[in-house]
Nanobody
Framework: QVQLVESGGGLVQAGGSLRLSCAAS????????MGWFRQAPGKERECVAA????????YYANSQKGRFTISRDNAKNTVYLQMNSLKPEDTAVYYC???????????????????WGQGTPVTVSS
């Protein structure tokens, strides 16, 4: 019912910036809590940031606080992840995800998200 397509990934140097976008299709985008996750080769998927349905509540992992900003534009059915001061440790495939409609808590575990994009790779060189 909800399709997510990420874009904006690429290769950047340490200290650089990147803005990821996630375009959503489906009914009532504003009904879904959204999150950004990342997964490096050989490692588990982890939550980077998440945002409530209206955008009034956000979550950031400690390593991303002050560097990453999640936002959403419900009128455009799009969620963004602005990444600044990128570090080599940020290298991973980044996924956009949506919780099922009706769920309101901003969670961080992958199993609580029902819909996933295909992922966009981000590589930060040192």
């Amino acid at each position: 019912q909800v399709q997510l397509v990420e874009s904006g990934g690429g290769l950047v140097q340490a200290g650089g910036s990147l803005r990821l976008s996630c375009a959503a299709s489906g009914r009532t985008f504003s009904s879904n809590v959204m999150g950004w996750f990342r997964q490096a080769p050989g490692k588990e998927r982890e939550c980077v940031a998440a945002i409530s349905r209206s955008g009034d509540r956000t979550y950031y992992a400690n390593s991303q606080k002050g560097r990453f900003t999640i936002s959403r534009d419900n009128a455009k059915n799009t969620v963004y992840l602005q990444m600044n001061s990128l570090k080599p440790e940020d290298t991973a495939v980044y996924y956009c995800a949506a919780r099922g409609r009706g769920w309101v808590v901003v969670t961080t575990t992958p199993s609580t998200y029902a819909y996933w994009g295909q992922g966009t790779p981000v590589t930060v060189s040192s």
